[in-house]
């Protein structure tokens, strides 16, 4: 039982090592904190020192939210009709428009003086109409200048402003993203810690245990990046003896955490891992202590060995994020044992079951044989069809549609469809904090 002990404070460094290297600035930092296990493992942590990182761990957690709530502020501020740039752009737009009906007119002056000067006969004093035509072309010439020159400033005011909402979702997206591998990060921390203190408790006054053997692989293959509630997802590890050696008993780990959008509330309870062989078909529970005994057996030098996993996600799991852990070791029969100083933690997102839709009424059959008034929302039984409604362009701007909308959609592409969902309530992940 030791070597099982002993594994599961490796699988907590493994996990934990990231948590304590983790840093989010309110700048959104664009660099996202590195969730793979070190290339060899630290000396065995200690509680209060996993209980450290589990503190930075929140604390780089708590600075995340902060920073999203920043960019989200930003993106409010870049898109209210009141920001400098839009004001700005506003008034170029404004300053263009006033050019080219400046424009417009002078045009219109030249045409009309070139009429009166058509009209006089070749008596008539020509020299003022000749004049007056020469000076409603410069005016005209002059006013083109202006609507060609106001008309670029205006392009460009409006590029300004669109570039910096972009420049705001982009930053949004950004933070977001931070703040959830930062939650990850806790996630992770908390269980390092958890699994560290029942370790604890079991063996008191610890021991030497087993030796790590960089030797030993685990590779994980398949796990996607998001899962669905009520659905169940089939992946595989891959474990590689690549030592010189014959490891008599090879044992896999295999463990899942998960918590709610907040990062407070434990839902690891919906998930279950099973997991099956080409020798052993029938799917099987991963036992109490996350381990699977029977899978791989005896592995020769260079010998490999794949065990198939199951995740099945039950419909009642609300949406959050969970996290795998896989690692491995050995035991040879002269008493010898080690094991994979790297658990393979791959992270992935939860989403909630989709609801169901609400069934239709059975419509009954009517026994009139008077028409529906035009108008009255009856359609004819047996004649008429639906007709869905449309969305008119109108419509779209009473609700608040604009060109500027339309055109930071077309400029921004992903970082729009991201900041878009911008609209919502930063929560921390304490229990009972305001977002």
């Given amino acids: 039982m030791k070597i099982r002990r002993i594994l599961a404070?490796?699988?907590?460094?493994?996990?934990?090592?990231?948590?304590?290297?983790?840093?989010?600035?309110?700048?959104?930092?664009?660099?996202?904190?590195?969730?793979?296990?070190?290339?060899?493992?630290?000396?065995?942590?200690?509680?209060?020192?996993?209980?450290?990182?589990?503190?930075?761990?929140?604390?780089?957690?708590?600075?995340?939210v902060?920073?999203?709530?920043?960019?989200?502020?930003?993106?409010?501020?870049?898109?209210?009709?009141?920001?400098?740039?839009?004001?700005?752009?506003?008034?170029?737009?404004?300053?263009?428009?006033?050019?080219?009906?400046?424009?417009?007119?002078?045009?219109?002056?030249?045409?009309?003086?070139?009429?009166a000067l058509d009209e006089l006969g070749e008596d008539d004093d020509k020299a003022t109409a000749e004049k007056t035509l020469a000076d409603a072309k410069t005016a005209a010439a002059t006013a083109a200048t202006t609507a060609t020159t106001t008309e670029a400033e205006a392009k460009a005011a409006l590029k300004l402003a669109t570039d910096a909402k972009v420049a705001a979702f982009t930053a949004l997206a950004k933070a977001q993203n931070a703040t959830k591998e930062a939650l990850a990060a806790v996630?992770?921390?908390?269980?390092?810690?958890?699994?560290?203190?029942?370790?604890?408790?079991?063996?008191?006054?610890?021991?030497?245990?087993?030796?790590?053997?960089?030797?030993?692989t685990t590779v994980v293959k398949g796990l996607p990046s998001k899962v669905t509630a009520g659905t169940a997802t089939t992946f595989s590890v891959r474990v590689t003896n690549?030592?010189?050696?014959?490891?008599?008993?090879?044992?896999?780990?295999?463990?899942?955490?998960?918590?709610?959008?907040?990062?407070?509330?434990?839902?690891?309870?919906?998930?279950?891992?099973?997991?099956?062989?080409?020798?052993?078909?029938?799917?099987?529970?991963?036992?109490?202590?996350?381990?699977?005994?029977?899978?791989?057996?005896?592995?020769?030098?260079?010998?490999?060995?794949?065990?198939?996993?199951?995740?099945?996600?039950?419909?009642?799991?609300?949406?959050?994020?969970g996290l795998t852990f896989i690692a491995g070791d050995y035991l040879n029969e002269d008493g010898t044992c080690g094991l994979t100083p790297d658990a393979a933690v791959n992270e992935f997102d939860i989403e909630a079951a989709p609801a169901k839709p609400s069934p239709k009424p059975t419509p009954k059959p009517s026994t009139s044989t008077t028409a529906p008034a035009a108008g009255s929302g009856v359609t004819p039984q047996g004649s008429g069809t639906s007709v869905p409604a449309t969305t008119t362009s109108s419509t779209l701007a009473a609700t608040g549609s604009?060109?500027?909308?339309?055109?930071?959609?077309?400029?921004?592409?992903?970082?729009?469809?991201?900041?878009?969902?911008?609209?919502?309530?930063?929560?921390?992940?304490?229990?009972g904090a305001d977002a």
């Fill in 66 to 115: 902060l920073a999203e709530r920043a960019a989200y502020d930003a993106v409010e501020a870049a898109v209210s009709d009141t920001a400098p740039l839009t004001v700005a752009a506003k008034a170029a737009r404004k300053a263009a428009d006033d050019a080219a009906a400046a424009k417009t007119t002078a045009d219109e002056a030249v045409t009309e003086a070139q009429a």
């Fill in 9 to 64: 404070t490796a699988v907590a460094v493994a996990v934990t090592t990231p948590a304590v290297a983790l840093s989010v600035t309110p700048a959104f930092a664009d660099t996202k904190p590195d969730t793979r296990p070190a290339a060899q493992t630290p000396a065995k942590p200690t509680v209060k020192e996993l209980e450290k990182a589990l503190a930075e761990a929140e604390k780089a957690h708590d600075a995340a």
């Fill in 242 to 321: 690549g030592t010189d050696k014959h490891l008599d008993q090879v044992i896999t780990y295999a463990g899942v955490h998960a918590t709610d959008k907040s990062g407070a509330k434990d839902i690891a309870k919906y998930l279950k891992l099973t997991w099956s062989t080409a020798a052993s078909p029938k799917w099987q529970a991963v036992d109490d202590d996350h381990y699977i005994d029977d899978a791989i057996g005896a592995l020769k030098p260079g010998e490999k060995a794949d065990v198939r996993l199951r995740l099945d996600v039950d419909a009642k799991t609300p949406a959050g994020q």
């Fill in 402 to 431: 604009s060109d500027a909308t339309t055109q930071l959609a077309l400029a921004s592409g992903a970082a729009v469809a991201l900041g878009a969902g911008a609209m919502f309530l930063v929560r921390r992940r304490k229990t």
């Fill in 187 to 216: 996630t992770a921390a908390e269980a390092a810690l958890e699994r560290a203190k029942k370790e604890e408790e079991e063996n008191p006054g610890g021991g030497d245990g087993c030796l790590d053997e960089p030797g030993l």
